[in-house]
């Protein structure tokens, strides 16, 4: 009876997945009937991972299932966040045997009754280590993970540091000194994203200060930081970094910009806490056109992630990967009420490699921001707003910028 059981399971396990394809996670639970090869089934969803874990007792079991009790042969898929789980009661006592097929996971346990051997599954689930080895998964397998989706912790510093060096050489196209260039800035974003049917948010304030050398125009040394919300299917996680860059001039047109950055990312939601240690260098290369300006930009970085204690969670999920970012922006100057102001448009094209596979590995980004001509330095200062798309495998993402410098 109990392989009859297992035979269905896997049969129906692309249809749990269905089932919360609007979740974060999701458990479908299968009942045994009194009838041979007859059974009973039923769904929860949940948008954090707390809630998820809640499903896991005997009460909730016989919610979804009517008919289940103490003695019941069941067992269930379930999805964390685009990782299949599965666990079995497979005859009628307490055991209660947890596998997680792409780990080669596969252990049980058995209380005094079900509801402590499905409250040991849930300490082992949290205190283990086994979420660090999930978290590496669902990078593999999931658009939302919290640390390689669109949105998340190394995306956001790959992005960071490429559009620190892109910004500063516009910047610096004029050769401006310190004296007459503004240091100090600080943006916002707002972004909508679909994730694989999944709807979320995305909001980014990032803040740079810029020492501009005096006797060698363009060269300049920047500090920069930056907090991220990430809101998806109703569980929100956050991270934030501080980096410092050193852009150096090869030549009037070409400039070389190494990066070092630390970030660390925490969500009892999405049950993930990770820090990461990164390094970068940038290429930016600016060819004057008659009434453009065009900068060519490349850049590599490498990304790892190191153990993080946050709350009841304490991991390093052992994520590492080299971002290649590559993109053009062009300058245009135009005037508008007697301002000079400049709309810049930007493409870029990233992809993760030599390391741990990414779900979304290669993403690409449209721009175009209007505002003051940061060339002019007008009044010392300068605003410029902005709308970005960004494409990857199952994810878009629409986002609105907004940055002043003074």
Not at 166 to 172: C, G, L, R
Not at 290 to 308: H, Q
Request: aromatic share 10%; glycine share 10%.
């Amino acid at each position: 009876m109990a392989v009859l059981l297992g035979a269905g399971l896997i049969g129906l396990s692309g249809a749990a997945a269905a089932s919360c394809s609007n979740k974060n996670y999701g458990l479908d639970l299968y009942v045994m009937g009194d009838m041979p090869q007859s059974e009973e089934s039923g769904s929860r969803c949940a948008n954090t991972a707390d809630k998820f874990f809640d499903l896991l007792n005997g009460e909730s079991f016989s919610s979804i299932v009517p008919s289940y009790n103490d003695f019941s042969i069941a067992n269930a898929t379930m999805n964390f966040n685009g990782v299949p789980l599965y666990f079995d009661f497979e005859s009628s006592d307490t055991t209660l045997r947890f596998r997680i097929p792409s780990l080669d996971v596969d252990v049980s346990f058995s209380g005094s009754d079900r509801d402590e051997s499905a409250d040991l599954l849930v300490d082992y689930l949290k205190k283990s280590g086994i979420l660090s080895r999930i978290m590496r998964e669902q990078a593999a397998s999931s658009p939302t993970s919290p640390i390689a989706g669109p949105g998340g912790m190394i995306p956001t510093a790959a992005a960071a540091d490429f559009d620190a060096a892109m910004s500063e050489t516009v910047q610096a196209l004029n050769g401006g000194s310190s004296s007459d260039s503004p240091s100090f800035s600080v943006g916002a974003s707002y972004g909508t994203m679909d994730a694989d049917g999944k709807k979320g948010q995305v909001s980014n304030i990032p803040m740079s200060y810029v020492w501009r050398s005096d006797s060698t125009p363009g060269q300049m040394f920047t500090l920069s930081g930056s907090v991220t919300q990430v809101t998806i299917a109703g569980g929100t996680s956050y991270h934030g970094g501080l980096g410092v860059a050193f852009r150096m001039p090869v030549s009037a047109r070409w400039a070389l910009t190494p990066s070092l950055r630390y970030s660390i990312t925490g969500s009892a939601d999405m049950a993930s806490v990770a820090g990461m240690y990164s390094a970068g260098l940038s290429s930016t290369y600016h060819i004057p056109l008659e009434s453009l300006d065009l900068v060519i930009g490349n850049m590599a970085g490498y990304y790892r992630t190191n153990k993080v204690s946050l709350g009841e969670y304490s991991f390093d999920p052992k994520i590492h990967t080299w971002s290649l970012r590559n993109g053009v922006m062009v300058s245009q100057p135009v005037n508008m009420f007697g301002m000079p102001l400049a709309v810049e448009y930007s493409f870029v094209d990233t992809r993760y490699t030599g390391g741990t596979e990414f779900f979304v590995d290669n993403t690409q980004e449209i721009g175009v921001t209007i505002g003051t001509n940061r060339a002019g330095n007008l009044s010392k200062k300068f605003t410029r707003f902005g709308l970005r798309y960004l494409h990857g495998r199952e994810t878009n993402t629409v986002s609105l910028t907004g940055s002043y410098w003074f």
